[in-house]
Each structure stands twice: as structure tokens, then as C-alpha cells.
């Protein structure tokens, strides 16, 4: 399947993108020096009725851009979903690949940029492009109630999806924003291995940030 579409908010995800031509050429290199691995725009990940939707940054060259799964084969994921099996939003504590049976469950994971960025670094101008597929994707009906936005990047990326300006939310880790969608949006540092190394973000502190997650889906 090259496109999936929600029934009336448009397209959420096109496997043939190259609309971003930088990005385009990266995947095609990547794909002549690592033959096995997927490189191509990555897909949401999880229940399409979720009522919690992660939106990270972009696929990890050695992660979901090899695997073909958000958050799959590199550090940041053993973190996220170790996390996510503690509070019921994943049938098993570590994502491995494609084809190992982890379900979703309440949750789902999509990035604010779909293609693997050269250095983790999406340009502005890329970010605004594939705006288009994460617009659909928070804006399907009914509106998952709770965003959680991974980093600042991801959190602009969604408030412009939500066609909010950044300037009346700011981002930290662990806010909370009430938007007049009626949906609140959350913080948190991304789990990179940079900022869990660096000590920036502990899992205690991401740990948190999932427990008030729980609390305010189960009090809905």
C-alpha cells in the first residue's frame, strides 16, 4: 500500500513521497549503501482510534529508516516502548521489527517528517511540506483527545497541523496545553539517546510524563 487515507480528512501517508527533494536523494543513497534496510517514507505506527497520538520527530537513519517502523532498531525506542508497556499502551515492552506482533493499544506513533533527515535535521521548509500528512492525521474524526509531542520540533509540527500559532503555547517538558480543539497537548523531551545520555532527560522524567498521560485518559 503506497497511501492510506482517513474516509474524509484526506491522505495521512504516501510510501512514494518526494516532495522534499533533499530528503528524496538521502533515501536513495541510503538505499544503495544499505540494500536491506526499508528507507522510504515511514507510516504511523498504531490503533487509528487511538485517543493518545505520539508525534516524534523523524525516522532514525539506523532506526525506523532501516525497519520501517517509528521508533524501531535504535535507542530512542527501547526507551518509548519500554515505557508504553508499563502503562498499557503496548502489548510487549521492546519493538524489534515489522513482523514481531507488537500491538498498539489505545496509542499511536507518527513523526512530524515522514523521510530519514541527513543528521536528524529536517530543514523548515521540509517540516512545512510533510505538515500536510500529519494535518490529516490529528485532525481525523473524532480527534484523538491527548497529543503527546516528543521535543519542540513535534510540537510546533503539531500546533501548525492544528493551524495553532507555536507563540501562545510554549514548549517544556511535562507542560500541558489546553487548545481550543478540546484537545490538550503534552510535553515531553524526545528520548533521544543524545538527552538520556546527557542526563537532559532521565526516565523518571519520561516515566512521568506517561503516568499523567494515563491519569487523564482514564479520568475521560
Not at 10 to 26: E, K, M, S
Not at 116 to 132: D, F, H, Y
Request: net charge positive; aromatic share 8%.
Amino acid at each position: 500500500m503506497t497511501h492510506q487515507l482517513w474516509p474524509s480528512d484526506g491522505v495521512i501517508f504516501d510510501r512514494t513521497c518526494t516532495q522534499c527533494p533533499r530528503l528524496a536523494r538521502f533515501l536513495v543513497d541510503g538505499r544503495e549503501e544499505h540494500p536491506n534496510y526499508y528507507c522510504a517514507p515511514v507510516a504511523p505506527f498504531g490503533d487509528p482510534k487511538a485517543r493518545l497520538l505520539i508525534v516524534g520527530l523523524a525516522p532514525g537513519f539506523h532506526g525506523a529508516n532501516a525497519s520501517g517502523r517509528p521508533f524501531t532498531g535504535d535507542h530512542a525506542g527501547l526507551l518509548l516502548y519500554r515505557t508504553l508497556h508499563r502503562f498499557g499502551f503496548a502489548s510487549r515492552p521492546e519493538s524489534k521489527s515489522r513482523e514481531d506482533g507488537l500491538k498498539l493499544l489505545d496509542c499511536r506513533i507518527t513523526n512530524s517528517v515522514k523521510c530519514v533527515p541527513p543528521e536528524n535535521k529536517p530543514t523548515p521548509a521540509e517540516i512545512r511540506t510533510c505538515n500536510r500528512y500529519l494535518t490529516a492525521e490529528l485532525n481525523r474524526k473524532p480527534m484523538p483527545p491527548l497529543l503527546l509531542a516528543l521535543g519542540s520540533i513535534a510540537h510546533n509540527a503539531a500546533l501548525r497541523a492544528l493551524a495553532l500559532k507555536p507563540a501562545g503555547y510554549k514548549f517544556a517538558h511535562a507542560a500541558e496545553h489546553e487548545l481550543p480543539t478540546g484537545q490538550i497537548l503534552m510535553n515531553s523531551y524526545h528520548c533521544s539517546r543524545y538527552n538520556t545520555n546527557t542526563g537532559r532527560l532521565t526516565e523518571t522524567m519520561f516515566v512521568d510524563v506517561f503516568a499523567r498521560a494515563r491519569k487523564l485518559l482514564d479520568g475521560r
